[in-house]
């Protein structure tokens, strides 16, 4: 929470996670430090949802 406090609306952050944000509750604990994060990074957020199958596991296969 200091970490995002500290730059929102000063500075740019890139959050990359494949924990979906409707899983963010559950995960931080408690609702209102979630609620409190997912305001401020939310909210001014460019959002980019990949659909499919992990690249890492086709290049994995593509290797054997």
Known sequence: MDII?????NKSTIIT???PIS??????GDNTIADA???RVVHDAHRIELQGESLRKKAKW???
Request: no cysteine; hydrophobic share 35%; proline share 0%.
């Open 5 to 9: 406090e500290d730059r929102h609306g």
């Open 17 to 19: 996670s494949r924990l």
């Open 23 to 28: 899983l963010w509750y559950e995960i931080i």
């Open 37 to 39: 994060i997912l305001d």
């Open 62 to 64: 593509k290797s054997q």
